[in-house]
């Protein structure tokens, strides 16, 4: 409903002002980061649009955790700007964060919590009142299909339906972008593939903005945006078939190689 | 029209999303607390071993007179019970605020940390919740001492518990201090070592300072420097329906001043906090 209007009333009026503009979802403008005399972002700038998947490629230590801990706050901004539909993180951050869900690659959940508590927790975080929380949770876990385990540990979930969890509870404050992080990180063949999709209906049934980092080629669509990151130099942002294609190679793997010079992968999905 | 094309956003949050935060952060480390029994054990016996064991060894060396809040002569195990419920306090301080800072947690802070409320008032609601399993702490050991002959006045039970509050926040917000801007303590050996005990032993907690003072006037202003023997003394006080203003005076500043400190040098990516050229912090 609102992302159909949003997009008529962007292409009808195409000078209606401000309010019609559409704003993306992630904009990160000139990000540089060090650690010490370690530079572990320099110079990136790339945007992730509402209702887009953008695949954030990058091998380990290629800098894409640091971007995570900017955009989230965790770590202050060196350098560069970060906002979320607008909002800038260092300077609104409450309203940024309010529009943002993630999930971190390691694992943040409460063990020896019930799965209903998890997200109850999350919910008062949020400034979700009580009620409101435990209807909504009751509903995000019929939606991930662990609607009869709402009362077990998540010590006793699955790898893949921890992540589903995860998933579940950053959408629980309904926000309209999603980070995730090495999401699939440790699953199986299935498992990886039921996330990737839930994420990926995200997209087209609820508009929301996706920044999904990965080092998995194989979890990239060709409809997807693009963003290869390198030693922390942002090397491609784009459509996936035009970076492929700026880098005058056949696939992803490839382009991906003659990009950042590397010669072996570790990339490759486990089998 | 057009105005659907933006969601609704607002700016600001409302007092009751504050207290539903303060809320959800409370009840999560309860649950946690409760869900962890050796914790709570290994929380237990440590007083209840200085309790039952150094202090009816020291009942007969050391002779206690008679000294406010006290009415009576009193047994060496009712003079350090007030201590050892502030020691229970030092220890769960260190101990959530070490890691909160440094430890496996870091993956709950994140949690924690992303949400939208202020980072300040975040980090308060967790030292907070901090403090509240303390206090069942510190009540779990109350209950044990009084079969223990330790009876205070049945109103004390009731009016230790915003001495118990303050001290707790003090302590927590002590250990969060020490723990995010010194580097070299951020293993518990070494704030055992260097914050623990001497804490615990330059205070009132084992002996009254009068006694102290005899021995060496400099231990005495060093004890009555301490902001730990600050709490000891509110405690103990506010355990006998009593005030101490000098105590409640610098506990209270010490809270403030130590929070502030905590807020300000707490940097979930380790460390003092370093701000870049841009890079403020809410």
């Given amino acids: 409903m609102t992302a159909t209007d949003a997009h008529i009333a962007s292409q009808s009026s195409p000078d209606a002002g401000p309010v019609a503009a559409v704003q993306p979802a992630l904009s990160i403008g000139n990000v540089s980061h060090s650690y010490g005399p370690r530079r572990a972002l320099i110079d990136v700038n790339f945007t992730v649009q509402p209702a887009s998947f953008t695949a954030l490629l990058g091998l380990n230590g290629a800098g894409k955790s640091t971007l995570f801990s900017l955009v989230t706050r965790l770590f202050g901004i060196q350098n560069g700007q970060i906002k979320i539909f607008g909002h800038d993180i260092s300077r609104t951050p409450g309203e940024a964060l309010r529009l943002m869900g993630v999930v971190f690659q390691p694992r943040t959940l409460d063990l020896d919590l019930s799965l209903t508590q998890n997200l109850l927790y999350h919910a008062a975080l949020h400034g979700i009142s009580r009620r409101e929380a435990r209807l909504r949770s009751a509903e995000v876990l019929g939606r991930i299909g662990l609607a009869d385990r709402a009362t077990s540990k998540v010590r006793d979930l699955s790898g893949g339906q921890m992540r589903r969890l995860e998933i579940a509870r950053a959408l629980l404050h309904r926000p309209r972008l999603l980070l995730l992080d090495e999401a699939t990180v440790g699953l199986d063949v299935k498992a990886r593939a039921d996330i990737l999709d839930h994420v990926r209906q995200l997209v087209t049934e609820q508009g929301i903005g996706v920044l999904w980092a990965t080092h998995l080629f194989d979890e990239i669509m060709p409809g997807d945006d693009l963003v290869v990151l390198h030693q922390g130099r942002m090397l491609a942002h784009g459509p996936m078939s035009r970076v492929i294609a700026d880098a005058g190679a056949q696939d992803v793997n490839t382009a991906f190689m003659r990009l950042t010079g590397t010669a072996t992968l570790t990339g490759k999905p486990p089998t | ?282």
């Fill in chain 2, 1 to 282: 029209m057009s105005s659907t094309t933006v969601t609704p956003e607002r700016s600001g949050f409302s007092v009751s999303e504050y207290i539903v935060c303060l809320n959800g952060i409370v009840w999560r480390e309860a649950l946690r607390f409760l869900h962890q029994r050796e914790r709570f054990v290994s929380a237990l016996v440590r007083p209840l071993v200085w309790l039952f064991i150094f202090a009816a060894g020291f009942r007969q060396v050391l002779g206690i007179s008679i000294i406010p809040p006290y009415e009576t002569y009193i047994l060496y195990e009712v003079y350090i019970a007030p201590g050892l419920m502030a020691m229970i306090q030092l220890f769960n301080g260190m101990q959530s605020s070490l890691s909160m800072v440094y430890d496996r947690e870091m993956g709950n802070m994140r949690t924690l940390l992303v949400s939208p409320l202020p980072r300040g008032y975040l980090l308060f609601c967790k030292l907070l919740a901090g403090t509240a399993v303390s206090l069942l702490q510190v009540y779990a050991f109350l209950l044990i001492a009084w079969f223990w002959d330790i009876t205070p006045p049945t109103i004390g039970y009731l009016t230790v518990l915003p001495a118990l509050v303050l001290s707790g926040l003090m302590l927590g917000a002590l250990g969060m201090l020490i723990s995010a801007s010194i580097k070299q303590l951020e293993n518990f050996a070494g704030v055992m070592n260097f914050v623990i005990f001497p804490m615990f032993f330059a205070s009132s907690a084992l002996y009254p300072l009068w006694r102290v003072q005899e021995g060496s006037p400099m231990l005495y202003y060093v004890c009555q420097c301490n902001p730990f023997t600050h709490a000891v003394e509110l405690i103990r006080f506010a355990l006998y329906g009593k005030m101490n203003w000098v105590s409640l005076a610098v506990v209270g500043g010490c809270t403030v001043v130590f929070m502030i400190g905590a807020i300000l040098a707490y940097d979930p990516s380790r460390g003092l906090v370093r701000r870049g050229p841009g890079g403020g912090e809410a």
